[in-house]
């Protein structure tokens, strides 16, 4: 598609439950990140993939948040037993290059975000 | 840990003023970009700065990145109501972008 696709766009999930979200990447991005984005706030680096690879997973809060990236489009970040803190708005953003060491300028590092999957955790 | 504090956290001005957005950190980035967001919705790049001194201009909206690339600043001229939104700027750390909280900026007509 045009553009970065994240379903569902609003999830209410009870306390304990486990949830998945969805992101469907511009097609050809090499670079997948996922960020975590409260009520007001600018967003919160959760994870980063370049193509399959899970370069990075330092953002991630705890053990019972999980992303994957099996062929290097569609990404599925997933909570286990979430909590009332987990409530946000998780973005998905892909770009054309992988890093940001590379070609700044080119266009290559430009991130495109998806609208978001709104959680909220009773 | 690096950070980027922005101010105002919230500004509403009438249209036709000008206002000027901050973004400041300790920390030195190799670039900095400002993004901008509207409910619901993604955050939308508008910038790249690179260069220390740095000024870009984007219609009535101006950018510049500090000499020592540790702030930057946004300006907008004669703001309209199409301006509303939430304004973030974000400096690049090897995969990671850092970004900052964010200014929600409300232009009244």
């Known amino acids: 598609g045009a553009g970065v696709s994240q379903s569902p766009r609003y999830k209410v999930a009870k306390r304990g439950q486990d949830v998945a979200l969805r992101c469907d990447p511009i097609?050809?991005?090499?670079?997948l990140f996922w960020y975590q984005q409260a009520l007001g706030q600018g967003p919160e680096f959760l994870t980063y993939?370049?193509?399959?690879?899970?370069?990075?997973k330092s953002g991630l809060p705890s053990d019972r948040f999980f992303a994957e990236r099996p062929e290097g489009s569609v990404s599925t970040l997933k909570i286990q037993r979430t909590q009332q803190e987990d409530s946000a708005v998780y973005l998905c953003?892909?770009?054309?290059?992988?890093?940001?060491?590379?070609?700044?300028?080119?266009?290559?590092?430009?991130?495109?975000f998806g609208a978001g999957s709104r959680l909220t955790v009773l | 840990t690096q950070l980027l504090e922005q101010s105002p956290q919230f500004l509403s001005i009438q249209e036709g003023e000008n206002l000027t957005v901050y973004c400041n950190s300790s920390?030195?980035?190799?670039?900095l970009q400002w993004y901008r967001q509207e409910p619901g919705e993604g955050p939308v790049l508008l910038v790249t700065?690179?260069?220390g001194g740095e000024v870009k201009k984007l219609k009535r909206l101006t950018f510049q990145f500090g000499d020592a690339r540790k702030d930057s600043s946004l300006h907008i001229t004669a703001a309209q109501p199409g301006d509303t939104g939430l304004y973030l700027c974000?400096?690049?750390?090897?995969?990671?972008?850092?970004w900052g909280a964010g200014t929600k900026l409300i232009i009244k007509p």
């Open positions: 700065v690179v260069t």
């Open positions: 097609s050809g991005h090499v670079s």
């Open positions: 953003a892909s770009s054309l290059a992988g890093g940001w060491g590379t070609a700044i300028n080119s266009g290559a590092n430009v991130l495109t």
């Open positions: 993939f370049q193509n399959e690879a899970q370069l990075d």
């Open positions: 920390s030195v980035f190799s670039s």
């Open positions: 974000a400096g690049a750390a090897v995969y990671q972008l850092i």
